[in-house]
């Protein structure tokens, strides 16, 4: 997979090497020259190392501000893959400045993590949690599930530097989540490894090696052979705890082979420091020795502190079964105070008891039992029962959850699924007869409209006739009787003709910040100067500050003189309709409830189609709902009814609130 994309880059790019250096097609290169030198890092640094110098050097020619902060950041990242932390943050300082500068937010939170692991290697954790935190943040803004993943893996690591087992499993398996969502298997592989690291540091080496085991199988499966050496590494120190210094080494060899490949200098120092706990555990101080100079230098090449820590630590040990005590006592109190400088209370405990076996091999017991009081007091604070408990407790339930999800997700390929096709098969149904009325509409409208004209201007000429030419009142009065109940015909007709029509040409629509309760208003004004004289009572309960949102006021207004009118009808001109209006973060809600006869259960399902009506003949057209229906879903908003009590009928509007209306 990896060497597909690598031959799709260079194909791309044999085509741009002949062309001009410029505009568009020197930014692409600059792309493609990163994206191949990205591909390459894992197998071919040096090659990788020069592509991305390649695309730097264009894109500063270009000053082509993304392409610039992008290859300082992948140079930044070669720089801390070979402990150059100084030169890393140089790089990673320039990518941040020119992303705040673009306002790029993802890629803002993605540098901050790289300057977190910086300061991670410098064992400044306080330091290293600021920028980690900062980057959740950024990643969170911007919906980056992959970036949440490694945030949190990241916050991880900070509190398993500190020796907050419970607090680091926690965002572990947070991380792990996030990258079993989205199915990134290389991070997923990660968290693996991280997880197994606590229960390595707990001796609970069984769920060590499974973490472990799960994590090299993905990593051999995706080819990551660089991430690969770090698990070697831990399966090597398993094993070594264990007491199986063959099988440790055979997994140190493989790790060591991968570090020094790719030039991975904190890599080689933490073999070199694991190989030398071999030599010590076998009696032969002078190899470990050795092997523990070599971490040292490393360690300090790179000034990775907590690591600087370990390897005094363990020299000052090694120097105390030599019998070097005040090579000793050097070592043990340099490592003591950087473990105190840093927080690493699982080195700093360490460098108690080694005190203490210093000075009980010296005589002086008194200060030996001060050191080792202090070694178990530390001790019992890191490894207390109850963090044992939290953390068994925890991966308990992550592994219910994990089964529960599993679960979930059956349910709804099923049950929720039968249900999800229930509803979509009725807005089909729904969709397929306003889209058949709306045929039949055109037709018959425009078949209608010209009779009705015809039959109009025939009326006008009645009325004329009878007001001019009978001279006998009663006909007169009667054939004006018989002409007004015509145009009252004709003129319902072309409601209903209006009406139709408004399925089959969309009404253009006008989206503007509109004061949704000075329009609710508006609209209660319009009806009350028909219904009030009619003993039907409108009240209105507006919340305050409602404000705005950007709608269709036409179209709006419509709708909701449409609901109070149906309300006005059902009520038979004698009752009260109450309008309120409310708002969430999201949503803007229109209540219309009237005390008329509630709505009968058995056609509840049916007023939202179109044609059907309650009303009388010549009352209703059974059209008002369904196009207010289809109105509101051009809004993006909706309609239904909310409840039917026996006095109390509940239509409710809801419509979204935009995030560009202030």
Do not use: W
């Amino acid at each position: 997979m990896a060497n597909d994309k690598v031959k799709e880059l260079e194909k791309r790019l044999a085509e741009l090497e002949g062309q001009p250096e410029e505009g568009e097609v020197g930014e692409e290169k600059v792309r493609v020259l990163n994206d191949m030198g990205v591909e390459l890092f894992r197998s071919r640094p040096e090659e990788a190392r020069k592509l991305n110098q390649r695309a730097l050097a264009l894109a500063e020619k270009l000053d082509y501000r993304a392409g610039i902060a992008e290859s300082c950041r992948i140079i930044g990242v070669d720089y801390l893959e070979k402990g150059d932390c100084k030169k890393a943050l140089e790089n990673f300082l320039k990518t941040l400045r020119i992303y705040e500068e673009l306002g790029l937010k993802r890629e803002i939170a993605g540098t901050n993590i790289h300057i977190g692991q910086i300061y991670m290697h410098q064992g400044k954790c306080d330091r290293a949690l600021e920028y980690y935190q900062k980057a959740f943040v950024g990643f969170e803004d911007t919906n980056y599930k992959r970036g949440i993943g490694i945030a949190y893996d990241s916050i991880g690591s900070v509190f398993y530097s500190k020796g907050n087992d419970e607090k680091a499993l926690s965002y572990y398996l947070n991380s792990m989540n996030v990258f079993e969502e989205i199915g990134d298997r290389r991070f997923f592989a990660q968290e693996c490894n991280n997880i197994g690291n606590i229960f390595r540091s707990r001796c609970d080496f069984e769920k060590a090696l499974d973490y472990y085991s799960q994590s090299a199988k993905i990593k051999e499966e995706v080819e990551d052979e660089r991430r690969c050496a770090l698990v070697y590494s831990n399966i090597g120190g398993t094993y070594q705890d264990q007491g199986k210094p063959d099988k440790a080494l055979e997994y140190y060899n493989k790790a060591l082979e991968i570090n020094l490949k790719f030039e991975r200098k904190k890599g080689v120092a933490v073999i070199y420091n694991n190989i030398g706990q071999i030599h010590e555990n076998q009696g032969d101080m002078d190899k470990a020795l050795e092997y523990y100079q070599k971490s040292l230098i490393f360690n300090e090449e790179i000034n990775d502190k907590k690591s600087i820590a370990t390897s005094c630590k363990n020299i000052g040990r090694t120097y105390i079964r030599q019998e070097q005590f005040d090579k000793a006592h050097e070592y043990l109190m340099r490592s003591l105070q950087i473990s105190e400088e840093i927080g690493t209370k699982q080195n700093e405990y360490l460098c108690y008891l080694g005190l203490s076996e210093l000075y009980e091999s010296q005589g002086d017991l008194e200060k030996a039992l001060d050191y080792y009081k202090k070694y178990s007091l530390l001790k019992q604070e890191i490894f207390n029962e109850e963090s044992t408990k939290k953390i068994a407790q925890m991966q308990v339930r992550y592994e219910t959850e994990r089964k529960e999800k599993e679960a979930e997700i059956y349910r709804l390929k099923t049950v929720e699924l039968e249900r999800l096709v229930e509803k979509r098969t009725a807005e089909v149904v729904r969709s397929a007869k306003l889209a058949t009325v709306g045929v039949f509409a055109s037709g018959i409208a425009h078949q209608v409209n010209n009779p009705l004209n015809v039959m109009m201007f025939s009326a006008d000429g009645l009325k004329e006739i009878f007001t001019d030419r009978v001279q006998s009142a009663e006909v007169r009065n009667q054939g004006l009787g018989y002409v007004n109940d015509l145009e009252e015909e004709i003129a319902h007709t072309r409601k209903i003709v209006k009406s139709l029509l408004g399925f089959t040409r969309e009404r253009e629509i006008h989206i503007v910040p509109t004061d949704i309760n000075a329009l609710v208003q508006k609209a209660v004004d319009f009806v009350n100067t028909n219904a009030s004289a009619r003993n039907f009572n409108i009240e209105a309960e507006l919340e305050n500050d409602l404000g705005y949102a950007a709608v269709d006021p036409d179209g709006l207004e419509q709708v909701i003189v449409n609901v109070i009118q149906n309300a006005y009808d059902a009520c038979e001109g004698k009752g009260t309709a109450v309008i309120k209006t409310s708002g969430s973060e999201n949503t803007i809600r229109i209540s219309i409830a009237n005390d008329g006869p509630p709505i009968p259960e058995d056609i509840r399902d049916k007023i939202f189609e179109p044609l059907f009506t309650t009303k009388g003949e010549g009352k209703g057209t059974g059209l008002g709902l369904s196009i207010s229906a289809m109105l509101l879903d051009r809004l993006g908003g909706r309609i239904f009814l909310e409840s039917c009590a026996e006095k109390l009928t509940t239509f409710v509007i809801e419509i979204p609130v935009s995030e560009e209306v202030g």
